[in-house]
Nanobody, 126 residues
Framework: EVQLVESGGGLVQAGGSLRLSCAASGTTYKDLNIGWFRQAPGKGREGISYISISDGDTTYADSVKGRFTISSDNAKNTVYLQMNSLKPEDTAVYYC???????????????????WGQGTQVTVLS
């Protein structure tokens, strides 16, 4: 079973940056597909980014495209989400999720993932 631990959340002013980390263990890292999701109070879980560890393929939601960058450090079994130009509407709990089989068309769908981290809070002040 995959274990995921997120870190890097915090409080930041609008226009600032944060980098989230998702450390994976318990399975063969290169076989994983990892997604980042977020959930704001009173809203559903939104898929925002995806990376295939095996081939490096990435996907972004329109809401974060051009501002967020997903990457993987395969030596550290860790995926990062670099978040720039943050806006108050980016405030949410951010989760990483993993699965060894994710179909491309569903890379940002929560149902595609079987393992989830505990989440990390990101708060962007206006």
């Amino acid at each position: 079973e995959v274990q995921l631990v997120e870190s890097g959340g915090g409080l930041v002013q609008a226009g600032g940056s944060l980098r989230l980390s998702c450390a994976a263990s318990g399975t063969t890292y290169k076989d994983l597909n990892i997604g980042w999701f977020r959930q704001a109070p009173g809203k559903g879980r939104e898929g925002i980014s995806y990376i295939s560890i095996s081939d490096g393929d990435t996907t972004y939601a329109d809401s974060v495209k051009g501002r967020f960058t997903i990457s993987s450090d395969n030596a550290k079994n860790t995926v990062y989400l670099q978040m720039n130009s943050l806006k108050p509407e980016d405030t949410a709990v951010y989760y990483c999720a993993a699965d060894d089989l994710v179909l491309g068309d569903y890379a940002l769908a929560a149902v595609s993932y079987g393992s989830w981290g505990q989440g990390t809070q990101v708060t962007v002040l206006s």
